[in-house]
């Protein structure tokens, strides 16, 4: 199985910046995909960014393009996301995945962190 854990929430002012970290562990061999999703309050989990594991690939909700950018460390094996000019909307629990292939669609990623908050205050 694969562990995943989240780090870097908190809450911030519109327009500040956050980098969010995920530490996997276990057996990730195999494993193509790596997620960012969030779900705010009363709402459905949203599919955020995704790249590649091994190459360059990467997709973006348009809601976050041009501001939130995914990156990883393969020899740590973690993924970041870079979150630029924050605004309230963003306000949501952010969770990364990870699955067996590239896909925005949340069904294909089978391993999950437990989330950290991300407060965007106006």
Sequence with gaps: QVQLVESGGGLVQAGDSLRLSCAASGRTFGTYARGWFRQAPGKERDFVAAMAWNGGSTYYADSVKGR???????????VYLQMNSLNPEDTAVYFCATGSYLTTKED???????????????
């Design 108 to 122: 294909a990623y089978l391993y999950w962190g437990q989330g950290t908050q991300v407060t965007v205050s106006s």
């Design 68 to 78: 939130f950018t995914i990156s990883k460390d393969n020899a740590k094996n973690m």
